[in-house]
């Protein structure tokens, strides 16, 4: 072939800077691009070979090398596979044919896996030029009789091309590199940006310096191939030690005979794993594989609880290994990584079009190639067809969910407590999640114990005693909003019946310790939901579920807690102790109840409403009370309930006169606001000075 100098076909003035300024948005990725044109040269030419239509050499070993060459400023990046004559590099290099930088984005912006734009030496061949001031091109063709041919751009609008000296089939490109990118052609840095892309490439990838210090290695000659370079054959003496035989006498004993060791060139050991796990079918994975797996891709040295496989050929084409990491504490960071390939090759972490915004806290890989990618392979075209792969994971992570639920009901509840943040924040996000995952939702009680709603929300069908003598276990009470067990008919004509069922919950197992002892002495039940996004959760199961409505085991006194007593005398009671309290405490806002409770160890207790407590949570989630907000700012929604059944409160009925009743007053307040929250510093300051003053007049008696 004569030389030949020409023009590109392009009609805009320049297609180089449309392709550094927008084609990609991080300029390591010409690397991506550059291997992944070379593994699919060498896809097509094997795919030929079983067609017939051409024959690989018997030695044929598909691979990519990389050399770098910091001194020169360049780097080169060889494929064997299918090549090029004059006229496809004619064809897929010069032709290709813009009407200015518009035309351009429009043309190509639907044709992702095209051949001419990426696959085979078309746009994923002119990143390149984001960091090289001049790109050579050598290749020669698997065809018959083909001639080696050499190209040339140095990033201008004109080319130069001629016959090759290049002797094996495949292709090389050279990339004379920009003083701005000359950070590519360091070996550390190459094999970085290598990692990130191309870590799971289906062909073997090779990196090396050029005009290195040769490394070597030792092996047995019984491990010898025939590509290893022989430097020297080495002979390791026989290793002998003294030791003491049975008779008690010393003697020389050989531990280690004498050996015969080949020094050899080191081999060279390839950047990727050309068969990623997801790629094979579940049955032939062991936990083993999976957890290694997990460890060399996220470098996460913690085990995850447990994965899914997806494996799915219709109506698309999906592979993927998904991850559910352990959280140590509520305080953990839960953002995952979900790593997109697109057959193998890498494409970007966390698309949100592809990947359900919740799953985002998992940890995992997917490899689609049937994702409609745009020109830049690092962004999704946005149509119907990526929402069904959406929808498609969420089914396959709820059916896993269930099904172990269903199934492995010991191991679901083991992992619940790591696993419940997830599952939650779905419900949240996704309809169709909540709607599948709605009964499978595990609530652990004040008894260690896990129930699913279903289970929690089934009514009391016998008395409680007749239950506990048949049985012999505790079954929860459920109760109605109103505080009826459910079952139980109570309601008057005049005043219409809550039918709802009551899920009571706890948010601090120690600060509210003092109402779970009195719910476990009356054989009563409440779950624990102490992660931050519980609150949203319920409220939101709430509003979906209208059978049921939690409330928070110190939201309202139950009527489980409390002793038959006559209506007019506690309601006399009441006005008194509302007068002297409200009188001591400064405070008219505060409700004050008297009660009969069963358990008389209890002086008082402080209930602050469902609804004042979820306002509460939500200012403080929404930092719009600032530090140091607590429920005295709903004071109208705080109730005192004091206990007739206890000695402390009798006293202070029968010493309403005392000169110390405002301190007795102010003390069983704070007792009382001491097992519902923290006190505030002078709060807590009051009590303790108000304490010694109390114990100082015992003392002194």
């Given at each position: ?121 078309g ?57 701005d ?80 060791k ?85 494409v ?44 498609y ?23 619940w407590d ?16 909540c ?44 109760e ?57 959760f ?96 709903f ?5 005192l ?26 003390q ?27 114990m ?6």
């Amino acid at each position: 072939m004569a030389e030949k100098h020409g023009t590109l076909s392009i009609n805009s003035d320049n297609i180089f800077p449309v392709i550094k300024k927008w084609l990609y948005s991080d300029h390591d990725i010409f690397y991506r691009e550059l291997i992944s044109n070379g593994c699919d040269a060498i896809t097509k030419l094997k795919k030929l070979d079983m067609l017939g239509e051409y024959e690989l050499p018997e030695d044929y070993k598909p691979k990519i090398e990389i050399e770098v060459d910091p001194d020169a400023k360049k780097l080169t990046i060889t494929d064997n596979g299918l090549g090029m004559t004059a006229e496809e590099v004619e064809e897929y290099i010069n032709q290709i044919a813009f009407s200015g930088a518009n035309d351009f984005l429009e043309k190509y912006k639907d044709k992702a896996n095209d051949d001419q734009i990426i696959g085979h030496f078309g746009l994923g061949f002119y990143s390149a030029f984001m960091v090289a001031d001049e790109v050579h091109i050598d290749s020669l063709s698997f065809q018959k009789g083909a001639s080696a041919v050499h190209w040339e751009c140095d990033g201008g609008t004109e080319f130069f091309m001629a016959d090759g000296i290049k002797e094996e089939v495949g292709t090389t490109i050279t990339l004379f590199l920009n003083e701005d990118c000359l950070e590519f052609a360091n070996e550390y840095r190459a094999r970085e940006v290598i990692e990130k892309y191309c870590s799971f490439m289906p062909v073997e990838i090779f990196l090396k310096k050029a005009n290195a210090e040769p490394q070597y290695e030792t092996i047995d000659p019984a491990d010898k191939l025939d590509t290893d370079t022989v430097v020297e054959t080495i002979i390791e003496e026989a290793k002998t030690e003294e030791k003491e035989n049975e008779n008690g006498e010393k003697e020389i004993v050989e531990v280690s005979p004498k050996k015969e060791k080949l020094k050899i060139v080191k081999r060279p050991v390839p950047l990727n794993d050309t068969t990623p796990l997801w790629g094979k079918t579940p049955k032939d994975c062991t936990d083993d594989d999976y957890k290694a797996f997990y460890r060399k891709v996220f470098m996460d040295y913690k085990e995850p609880l447990f994965w899914i496989h997806l494996n799915m050929d219709y109506p698309f084409n999906l592979k993927g290994i998904l991850y559910f990491p352990k959280i140590n504490t509520e305080y953990d960071s839960i953002e995952g990584t979900i790593k997109l390939y697109n057959n193998q090759v890498f494409v970007a972490d966390n698309i949100k079009e592809v990947i359900p915004e919740f799953l985002m806290l998992l940890k995992g890989v997917i490899d689609c190639p049937d994702l409609p990618l745009n020109v830049s392979r690092s962004a999704l075209q946005n149509d119907g067809f990526v929402k069904k792969i959406s929808d498609y994971i969420t089914k396959k992570v709820a059916d896993k969910l269930i099904g172990m639920c269903k199934t492995e009901k010991e191991s679901y509840e083991k992992y619940w407590d790591d696993i419940s943040p997830f599952i939650k924040f779905g419900c949240l996000k996704d309809e169709k999640f909540c709607d599948k995952m709605n009964d499978y939702i595990l609530f652990k009680d004040i008894n260690d114990k896990y129930l699913t709603l279903p289970e929690w929300i089934k009514p009391v069908e016998k008395p409680q005693d007749q239950e506990d003598e048949a049985s012999g276990e505790e079954t929860p009470i459920v109760e109605n909003a109103d505080g009826t067990q459910a079952g139980e008919d109570t309601a008057s004509e005049e005043e219409p019946k809550d039918d709802r069922s009551v899920i009571y919950y706890v948010t601090d197992i120690n600060q509210q310790g003092q109402y779970i002892k009195m719910f476990k002495e009356q054989n009563m039940n409440a779950v624990i939901l102490n992660h931050n996004i519980d609150t949203s959760f319920i409220s939101q199961l709430e509003r979906r579920n209208e059978t049921y409505k939690f409330m928070r085991i110190d939201a309202d006194l139950t009527e489980s807690l409390k002793e038959e007593g006559s209506e007019e005398e506690l309601k006399a009671v009441t006005e008194t102790l509302s007068e002297l309290f409200k009188k001591a405490l400064n405070n008219d806002k505060l409700t004050i109840k008297a009660e009969k409770l069963k358990d008389s160890n209890i002086s008082a207790v402080i209930t602050l409403s469902e609804e004042g407590r979820r306002m509460q949570d939500m200012m403080k989630m929404y930092a719009m009370g600032g530090m140091g907000m607590d429920a005295s700012m709903f004071g109208a929604d705080q109730t005192l309930t004091l206990n007739t059944n206890h000695e402390l409160v009798t006293y202070i009925l029968d010493h309403k006169d005392s000169e110390y009743i405002n301190d007795f007053c102010e003390q069983l307040y704070d007792l009382a606001m001491l097992s519902n929250q923290p006190l505030s510093p002078d709060a807590m300051a009051k009590f303790v000075a108000r304490s010694n003053k109390i114990m100082m007049l015992l003392a002194n008696q």
